[in-house]
């Protein structure tokens, strides 16, 4: 449970280390076959900022914790990049797609954090 939460903390580092924005860490670990323990959700302006997050990400986990995503999906489009950590699932949005999927709806008992953008 505290390797999650360190995850989740790397996670976020990389998302904000490159302007990534609306974060929102969903706890699913009480609910009954959640396919993780957590999803991280965010979003960037921009496919280039999309893929700069998802980058950063990567960087992050992989020089502190070693651990590199066992799979990445839409790096190349970058309206929606999902990197799974097994234990979290990160998606990296553009607002529009975001908007559409609405994700953190989808998993409504689970426990929502937002943080605040920096600036």
Request: one cysteine or more.
């Amino acid at each position: 449970m505290e390797e999650t939460k360190k995850l989740v903390e790397l996670i976020t580092k990389g998302i904000q280390d490159k302007k990534g924005h609306g974060i929102v860490i969903a706890d699913l670990s009480e609910i009954d076959g959640a396919i993780c323990r957590n999803f991280v959700i965010c979003q960037g302006n921009s496919p280039a900022q999309v893929e700069a997050i998802a980058e950063s990400i990567g960087d992050y986990v992989r020089e502190t914790i070693g651990e590199k995503p066992v799979s990445c999906v839409g790096l190349g489009n970058n309206q929606w990049v999902a990197l799974d950590f097994v234990d979290v699932l990160v998606h990296i949005f553009l607002p529009e797609t975001r908007t559409f999927y609405d994700l953190e709806h989808l998993w409504a008992d689970a426990k929502l954090t937002h943080l605040e953008d920096i600036e």
